[in-house]
């Protein structure tokens, strides 16, 4: 059975749980480094205050042992803040993990519409409309070698994909609708089919 650590520091975990619960997979909260010391097979990054949560993973001693299980092939599902947390370069300030070939810009939307929602057709992950809710959120600014751009909102990237790494601007876990949940259900099903990959 699946089992997926989620990042529990700060930010929104509990709903991640709960999309996951309600697509019957097991999950548990990572806020140690001793959480991670058991077996799982993929890895949710949530939304929050990626500077925070960039914090305490370096204090956490979390930091490291996380970029190399994904640099591995640990599937990893970053949304908003996480996706930050994931992005090879942020525009003006230091990278985090750093794994994703991505350039993001925070709070990119700006202080008039710092919240929103809206819906699109995002083929690759559900042949039905996806509700989308951006809270205070980044966009990608441009993507790099490998990345896949699995959405773009008003000219702006707001989900991608690159290999194991599945990152979107917006919060699924915040809606009742778990398409990028069975999506990154399906990344981690296919990604234990060759496991040697993860072999650290
Ligand atoms: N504004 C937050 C940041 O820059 C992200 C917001 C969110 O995760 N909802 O980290």
């Given at each position: 059975?699946?089992?997926?650590?989620?990042?529990?520091?700060?930010?929104?975990?509990?709903?991640?749980?709960?999309?996951?619960?309600?697509?019957?997979?097991?999950?548990?909260?990572?806020?140690?480094?001793?959480?991670?010391?058991?077996?799982?097979?993929?890895?949710?990054?949530?939304?929050?205050?990626?500077?925070?949560?960039?914090?305490?993973?370096?204090?956490?001693?979390?930091?490291?042992?996380l970029?190399s299980m994904i640099?591995n092939?640990m599937?990893?599902?970053?949304?908003?803040?996480?996706?930050?947390?994931?992005?090879?370069?942020?525009?003006?300030?230091?990278?985090?993990?750093?794994?994703?070939?991505?350039?993001?810009?925070?709070?990119?939307?700006?202080?008039?519409?710092?919240?929103?929602?809206?819906?699109?057709?995002?083929?690759?992950?559900?042949?039905?409309?996806?509700?989308?809710?951006?809270?205070?959120?980044?966009?990608?600014?441009?993507?790099?070698?490998?990345?896949?751009?699995?959405?773009?909102?008003?000219?702006?990237?707001?989900?991608?994909?690159?290999?194991?790494?599945?990152?979107?601007?917006?919060?699924?876990?915040?809606?009742?609708?778990?398409?990028?949940?069975?999506?990154?259900?399906?990344?981690?099903?296919?990604?234990?089919?060759?496991?040697?990959?993860?072999?650290?």
């Amino acid at each position: 059975m699946m089992k997926v650590g989620i990042l529990a520091l700060q930010g929104a975990f509990a709903e991640h749980k709960q999309s996951l619960c309600s697509i019957g997979v097991d999950s548990f909260e990572i806020r140690q480094k001793k959480d991670i010391e058991q077996p799982f097979d993929g890895l949710i990054i949530p939304g929050g205050e990626s500077t925070v949560i960039g914090k305490l993973l370096r204090k956490l001693d979390l930091l490291e042992p996380l970029k190399s299980m994904i640099e591995n092939g640990m599937p990893v599902f970053g949304t908003c803040a996480g996706l930050i947390i994931l992005a090879k370069n942020v525009e003006g300030e230091e990278s985090h993990i750093g794994t994703m070939n991505i350039t993001v810009k925070r709070n990119a939307y700006g202080k008039q519409i710092d919240s929103f929602s809206d819906t699109a057709v995002i083929e690759k992950v559900s042949p039905n409309p996806v509700p989308l809710v951006f809270i205070r959120a980044p966009w990608i600014e441009s993507a790099g070698d490998g990345v896949e751009i699995l959405c773009e909102l008003n000219g702006h990237i707001v989900a991608a994909r690159q290999e194991n790494m599945l990152v979107t601007s917006f919060h699924p876990e915040l809606t009742k609708d778990t398409a990028f949940h069975k999506y990154f259900a399906d990344i981690i099903k296919n990604s234990s089919e060759t496991p040697a990959v993860r072999a650290v």
